[in-house]
Structure formats: structure tokens, C-alpha cells
């Protein structure tokens, strides 16, 4: 499966962004899919993560109550809304896919398949 991310910018503190991934091949809808964020001089890091149908969500700390993930699996996308964002949000992220219909990680090096990251910025 290939993936593409889009939707990254620069925002005020408080605002808010829609990332989304379009991802090609008819097995998009049996895989999880996470995203992950990467800050200059930081490791790859969990950000949230979707079952095959939407049932199962999971998120870092750092983004509960404030980011959602969700998919759409008749049009092949996995997005990511992020609201009350704050500067410690500003890095590349990356939307990914395991080949389980549940990801059970929160390592990136668990992800079978990436796209190419966005770049969301957000100033103080």
C-alpha cells in the first residue's frame, strides 16, 4: 500500500488542522493505520491509531481530548483533526499502516508501510 500525507501547515497556537492520508491498494481496508510525529532532534513518536473499521482508537497522552483520528475506507483516507493546538505539536508528521486489522504498537518501527510526512508548525 502506498500513502500519501497532506493537510500540514503553519497555525496559531489555539487552532486547529485536518491531516489527511490517501492511501492506494484494495487491502487499505483490513490494515491499522497511526499516525507519528517527528520533531527536529527527537525520535518518531505515537500520535493515534485506528482498527480496520474505526472501532478501536488509541492516542498518546500528550493528544487526548484535543486530536481525533478517523478513516474512510470507501475512499481509501485515514485523517487526523487536530484542535487547541499547542507548539509542541510543531513537527513532521507521518501517516502509517500495519498488515493487522488492529495496531498493537506504539514503536514505529512496528509500522509496515509509510508515507511521506507533512510539516505542521504551529507558533506561540
Known amino acids: 500500500v502506498q500513502l500519501q500525507a497532506s493537510g500540514g501547515g503553519l497555525v496559531q497556537a489555539g487552532g486547529s488542522l485536518r491531516l489527511s492520508c490517501a492511501a492506494s491498494?484494495?487491502?487499505?481496508?483490513?490494515?491499522?493505520m497511526g499516525w507519528f510525529r517527528q520533531a527536529p532532534g527527537k525520535e518518531r513518536e505515537f500520535v493515534a491509531a485506528?482498527?480496520?473499521?474505526?472501532?478501536?482508537?488509541n492516542y498518546a497522552d500528550s493528544v487526548k481530548g484535543r486530536f481525533a483520528i478517523s478513516r474512510d475506507n470507501a475512499k481509501n483516507t485515514v485523517s487526523l483533526q487536530m484542535n487547541s493546538l499547542k507548539p509542541e505539536d510543531t513537527a513532521v508528521y507521518y501517516c502509517?499502516?500495519?498488515?493487522?486489522?488492529?495496531?498493537?504498537?506504539?514503536?514505529?518501527?512496528?509500522?509496515?508501510?509509510w508515507g511521506k510526512g507533512t510539516q505542521v508548525t504551529v507558533s506561540s
Open positions: 491498494g484494495r487491502t487499505f481496508s483490513t490494515y491499522g
Open positions: 502509517a499502516a500495519v498488515r493487522t486489522t488492529v495496531v498493537r504498537t506504539t514503536k514505529w518501527d512496528g509500522m509496515d508501510y
Open positions: 485506528i482498527s480496520w473499521n474505526g472501532g478501536i482508537t
